[in-house]
């Protein structure tokens, strides 16, 4: 159980970053060894951690960009694999997203993030509670 709230703890780190706009946060929750991508809603895919960590520089550094909060997060771990599915609420938009992590060094780094809209929600969301683990 330890290794899935380790996972938890790093997704919930990467969504801490995300509200604070912390970029430096953000840089270190990411693989640095291991191949990266990321799917923003609307946006291509991103390869390769230095055009990742420049589009979280676009998004962080941006004042008008809403609040975001996830819920509803689960834990799935295969080996030194593991995935998070949870979802976001960004302003009154629900999106559905799945954060992938590698162990580097020890530590969990995020090496995927994909986030789209949800177009059939849950029947109830779950409020902020600590994430569920599978």
């Not at 291509?44 to 008008?64: H, K, Y």
């Amino acid at each position: 159980m330890q290794e899935h709230a380790d996972v938890l703890f790093a997704n919930d780190t990467f969504y801490f970053a995300f509200q604070m706009r912390d970029l430096e946060a953000m840089n270190r929750l990411w693989a640095e060894r291991a191949s990266v991508a990321c799917i923003h809603p609307g946006w291509p895919a991103i390869a390769g951690r230095d055009e990742v960590m420049q589009s979280w520089a676009a998004i962080l550094s941006n004042d008008q960009a809403p609040a975001i909060t996830c819920r509803g997060a689960r834990a799935y771990r295969a080996g030194d694999s593991a995935f998070v599915t949870c979802y976001e609420l960004i302003g009154s938009n629900l999106l559905v997203a799945t954060n992938v992590f590698v162990r580097e060094g020890g530590d969990w780094k995020m090496v995927h993030h994909q986030a789209g809209p949800c177009n059939a929600p849950p029947g109830e969301l779950p409020e902020e509670e600590p994430g569920s683990v599978q």
